[in-house]
């Protein structure tokens, strides 16, 4: 992965405080799931739909618990200390980062969530959980917007409502890759608040992995309005 970032660096002139990388679920080292985590994943997915959120508050309120399961993105952790800024904390599963400030009115943060906390390296459609919270990432702030990045779409999550409700209520642009696909989607809420969908994907599916020289992009231009 360095090797192909490294490329796609030097084909788009990028410097690597710039690029922002968030875990996916095949950077979750399986062999390292002990007997603690184990539980707790277990916890979790055989939680009843009205416990869900009560169960996952447990798990977010126990440093202890979110420890065995962080420890399994600790190739990762190593992996993305090489890009972004030196201040985002590697050990948060969320972070936030401003990108664009206009005439100090209005500012563009990227917060990035990490999605596989609980996964359990193959997870089935709309049975993940998100534990990490973003309510604090994505705090209402007057002159901020939001563009988050996280490998899992919303509607991977058994908790989506509660995800679903937060990005459209907060984030202009949600970043995701997982399902091989690249498109985009315009999401319109109730109040007429427009967020894009951008499904990524590194390469197309009819081009051989090896060939790090072509890659696919979206170049999405942000204004204030």
């Not at 009205?50 to 126990?62: G, P, Q």
């Not at 420890?67 to 990762?76: I, S």
């Not at 989607?185 to 060939?211: H, I, M, P, T, W």
């Amino acid at each position: 992965a360095s090797d192909w970032i490294a490329k796609a660096i030097q084909s788009c002139g990028c410097h690597p405080d710039r690029v922002f990388v968030v875990p996916g679920n095949h950077d979750v080292d399986l062999d390292l799931t002990g007997e603690e985590a184990k539980t707790y994943l277990n916890d979790v997915n055989t939680a009843e739909d009205d416990k869900l959120a009560e169960t996952i508050d447990a798990v977010r309120a126990n440093q202890k618990k979110v420890g065995f399961l962080r420890a399994r993105l600790m190739a990762f952790r190593e992996f993305a200390a090489q890009y972004g800024p030196q201040h985002i904390n590697r050990n948060q599963a969320d972070w936030s980062v401003p990108l664009v400030k206009w005439s100090g009115l209005l500012e563009l943060h990227l917060v990035g969530l990490t999605s596989v906390l609980l996964s359990k390296g193959k997870d089935d459609y709309g049975r993940l959980v998100l534990l990490p919270n973003p309510r604090g990432s994505l705090a209402e702030r007057a002159g901020i917007e939001y563009v988050v990045m996280m490998h899992h779409p919303p509607n991977w999550y058994r908790n989506r409502r509660e995800i679903t409700q937060l990005l459209e209520a907060r984030a202009r642009v949600c970043l995701s890759g997982h399902e091989h696909e690249a498109r985009i989607e315009v999401v319109k809420n109730a109040g007429e608040r427009v967020r894009l969908q951008v499904f990524a994907v590194v390469l197309d599916d009819s081009l051989c992995y090896c060939s790090a020289e072509n890659f696919n992009y979206f170049c999405i231009e942000v204004f204030p309005v």
